[in-house]
Antibody, heavy 123, light 107 residues
């Protein structure tokens, strides 16, 4: 069974960058489609992007294009999400999740989730 | 981009009663619709995919229905552990957005 392990919390200043990690257990990271979803305090879920192994590409939500990078480190089975030029509105819990694709032209629903990493952006 | 709209925003239900949650897509998503449950301080949990297929380990009191643009999640007899926020998500197209959520609270 897949487990996604995320650690605690980060505090960053406006304008800085944050790199959130997601350790995969029970599978290799290359066998999975890892996606990132964030949730601002008291708000709903916001899909940020995810890796599509069929095309070998990472697809980002338009809102985050140019500011986010999602990568994988094969040697440690860890996925990363780096968000740049942080602002207060980026304060949120950032979740990684595994995606399931059901058709050639569909996107993904998310079955396994990490416990989330709280990123606080404050001066 | 497809927009998902959930209603109502909050649903007050007594334990043992039935809860019906709605999700509408701005254009057809076929049956490519998932439902998630989120309790305070926890990550979301997948409940239903393919509009009506329960995920592994999800009790039979949860049932999903619908196709195209209109979907329903029904909880047949609410248990104390079911009070939570529920989100729908379409995955028929990119990006795969979530609805804004329905909070199910104790009446």
């Amino acid at each position: 069974q897949v487990q996604l392990i995320q650690f605690g919390a980060e505090v960053k200043k406006p304008g800085a960058s944050v790199k959130v990690s997601c350790k995969v257990s029970g599978y290799t990271v290359t066998a999975l489609s890892i996606h990132w979803v964030r949730q601002a305090p008291g708000k709903g879920l916001e899909w940020m992007g995810g890796f599509d192994p069929k095309d070998g590409e990472t697809i980002y939500a338009q809102k985050f294009q140019g500011r986010v990078t999602m990568t994988e480190e094969i040697s440690t089975d860890t996925a990363y999400m780096e968000l740049n030029s942080l602002r207060s509105e980026d304060t949120a819990v950032y979740y990684c999740a595994t995606g399931i694709k059901v058709g050639a032209h569909t996107s993904y629903y998310l079955d396994y989730w990490g416990q989330g990493t709280l990123v606080t952006v404050s001066s | 981009e497809i927009v998902m709209t959930q209603s109502p925003a909050t649903l007050s239900v007594s334990p043992g009663e039935r809860a019906t949650l709605s999700c509408r897509a701005s254009q057809s998503v076929s049956s490519n619709l998932a439902w998630y449950q989120q309790k305070p301080g926890q990550a979301p949990r997948l409940l239903v995919y393919g509009a009506s297929t329960r995920a592994t380990g999800i009790p039979a009191r949860f049932s999903g229905s619908g196709s195209g643009t209109d979907f329903t999640l029904t909880i047949s007899s609410l248990q104390s552990e079911d009070f939570a926020v529920y989100y729908c998500q379409q995955y028929n197209d990119w990006p795969p957005p979530f609805g804004q959520g329905t909070r199910v609270e104790i009446k």
